[in-house]
């Protein structure tokens, strides 16, 4: 009988390695020119900090109104987050349901997301003036509150929840509502990660709808202040990638904390047939 | 509840963690921020320099504009008060006309408590 030989466990890990440092080059890039200010273009390039400082950052903070930025893009992605946690978990345990052209809502949904963003920014534009909260926290969150993807992560969670313990559930006399928070989310909670993750994401990095829902600099967000910063000190290299850090800090932190939920809640419900 | 299992929790002990370095860096900066920048003029062979003019140059986005000034005492010793910047150049003028260099100043915060580096006028 033969064996499969597999290449020693060193190899596998040193090519991980390389393949790493590859990926990770450009953050350090970035790190690096934060703490130095040194010229990007410089040739040629020097891989180790030359006297590095953190004074570039002590610059951001006073330069520009950062803290008022960080204060919009936080409660902006704490709305964001809050109502993806909550429509999508509606939506999500709608689909797990069987009713009337049903197939037909998945299908729309599914549609739906063929649809770039950038061609529904006019419409989009015209409910959030209606609804009368352009240049709000809340008409920059509106079209963030819930995203199909996510619905769809819900609905392959719920759907892994046997259908006995709901049935048990629903004959001990709990409600839909009592159902969805006592037994599907605590059952689901890679699902509720990645959802709050991705509409961590998404909402902290989201620039086209801010940029055209604000009006002032008071309800600028961190991308938007990103710009801004970059058209009033173009050769402040050094703050400009203190700034870049500042904005990524946030999310990277976030990711590394959840990773393990983020990639489970990815991935389960992608081997399903 | 288990109190242990929930403060090891990574999602509990990294915002902590970053809520007491932000709380102790305000309480640093609380403590640290009256605004003062002093320090003393020198000649080139190190003696005080007295009646000398120490100019603060403040950062706009492009270049440095003078912006405060303060004479030296009989110890070369000068004192700017209620400074609220956190970056700028400093420069010493004697009455005969000598100058030092530029003194480049980087803050940890605004208003912070600062001793300068001496300012050596007429060094060649």
Known sequence: ?273 | MNWRAVLTHRFVYVPLAAAVLVGAWNLHVAANADGVIEGVVRDGAGRPVADADVIFFERNFVNYQEKFRARTDAAGAYRFENMQVHVGQLEARTPGGARSQRLQLRLWFRAQHTRADPLVVGAS
């Open chain 1, 1 to 273: 009988m033969s064996r499969v030989r597999r290449p020693p466990t060193w190899r596998r890990h040193a090519t991980m390695v390389v393949v790493c440092a590859l990926m990770l080059l450009p953050f350090y890039w970035v790190l690096k020119t934060s703490l130095t200010g040194e010229n990007i273009y410089a040739y040629p390039p020097r891989l180790l900090p030359e006297n590095p400082h953190l004074f570039n950052y002590v610059d951001v903070w006073y330069l520009i109104a950062f803290p008022r930025f960080v204060l919009n893009s936080v409660i902006v992605t704490a709305m964001a987050i809050c109502g993806n946690l909550l429509f999508n978990t509606a939506a999500g345990y709608a689909l797990t349901k069987d009713f009337p052209a049903k197939r037909w809502v998945v299908l729309l949904f599914l549609s739906c997301m063929l649809i770039p963003f950038q061609a529904t920014i006019i419409p989009a534009y015209l409910i959030t003036s209606w609804l009368g909260v352009l240049n709000t926290h809340l008409g920059i969150a509106l079209p963030l509150l819930s995203t199909i993807i996510c619905i769809f992560i819900f609905k392959a969670s719920f759907e892994a929840v046997p259908r006995s313990l709901i049935d048990a559930a629903r004959i001990d006399g709990l409600s839909e509502w009592r159902i969805v928070l006592r037994i599907m989310l605590p059952l689901s909670k890679p699902a509720i990660a990645t959802n709050v993750i991705l509409s961590f994401i998404w909402s902290w990095n989201a620039f086209l709808w801010p940029l055209i829902v604000t009006r002032t600099q008071e309800m600028a967000t961190l991308p938007l202040g990103l710009a801004r910063f970059l058209s009033v000190l173009e050769d402040t290299t050094g703050a400009l990638y203190a700034f870049v850090v500042m904005v990524l800090v946030p999310g990277i932190t976030i990711f590394l904390m959840a990773q393990k939920e983020f990639i489970r809640g990815l991935t389960s419900g992608a081997t399903k047939g």
